[in-house]
């Protein structure tokens, strides 16, 4: 693919992930270094997903497993269940 003389390298490698709105891998990895870490997450913060749907599982893709702090416990065998079990049992 030839480059027009104006167009920055950055501009030609753009991958889309939401055709629907426009969002690129960069701008889903940008929003999941500032904490979003589900394509819910993600879906708030830029509305990709929300639309025809068929970007979610790249979403998820680009998310990777482990990135999100809250499924840490769980990814390493610990319950992270308790706290609700103990609770059940109080009632």
Known sequence: ????PNESRREVNRVYVCNCFGVTEAQVKK???GGACTPRQIASACKAGTDCGS???RIQALLGRGDCPRREPADQGMAVLSEVEALEEAA
């Open 1 to 4: 693919m030839a480059r027009r």
């Open 31 to 33: 929003h999941a270094e």
């Open 55 to 57: 970007c979610v599982r």
